[in-house]
């Protein structure tokens, strides 16, 4: 998915981003500063990580898909903002960009695709 340059300009990647080391989960790599978040869906779980290209990666257990990216570039663990709306289970994550700021994907329900990137509140 290509996105528009400048809703993804703040999810560019940073020259001045340190190196960080890396940890393994069920097959990835990511960066172990930023942490695994954990959301409870039906049948499983989804988690978040930061990979080590920077972006941000889903994988939600029951799918047996593997791991999915969701592109951009983090500077932040994963927030999750979205709460469950009935049975839908409408998700909002929310990460600081390459530029410091928030950044947020969306999926409205569970097996809906994401929103593209946009500037979003502060996470909690």
């Given amino acids: 998915m290509i996105l528009a340059a400048a809703v993804t300009a703040g999810l560019t990647a940073s020259s001045a981003s340190a190196q960080a080391p890396f940890c393994n989960l069920e097959g990835a790599s990511y960066k172990c500063e930023y942490g695994i978040t954990e959301r409870s869906l039906p049948f499983g779980e989804e988690k978040f990580v930061i990979g080590t290209d920077g972006a941000v990666w889903t994988n939600y257990s029951e799918d047996k898909g593997g791991w999915y990216s969701l592109d951009g ?7 999750i903002e979205g709460e469950n709306t009935g ?3 409408h998700t909002t994550i929310v990460v600081l960009g390459g530029d410091g700021k928030p950044w947020a994907r969306e999926r409205p329900y569970l097996g809906a695709n994401w929103t593209p990137w946009v500037p979003a509140p502060r996470p909690r």
């Fill in 73 to 79: 570039f983090a500077t932040s663990q994963v927030f």
């Fill in 87 to 89: 049975n839908n289970f």
